[in-house]
């Protein structure tokens, strides 16, 4: 995780991590827009391997792929 703080699951940064260096930093800048946006957003993986950022009421997928 980088700028903005919240809950963090380590499996996201993981995902992030494996990414090219170009994917990365949209992923880390993008995550940074939600969370300074919402600091209730949680990341997490649900159901594949492809993290999502959720809130209480709706969520987000990157949609990231390598």
Known sequence: MRGA???ADRRVDDYIKSLP???QEVC???RDLV???DK?????IKR?????????VSDCG???RH
């Open 5 to 7: 703080k919240c809950r």
């Open 35 to 37: 969370h300074a946006a």
């Open 48 to 56: 594949t391997k492809l993290p999502r950022e959720q809130a209480e």
């Open 28 to 30: 880390w800048q993008v």
């Open 62 to 64: 990157t949609g990231t």
């Open 40 to 44: 209730d957003v949680s990341g997490t």
């Open 21 to 23: 260096s170009w994917q």
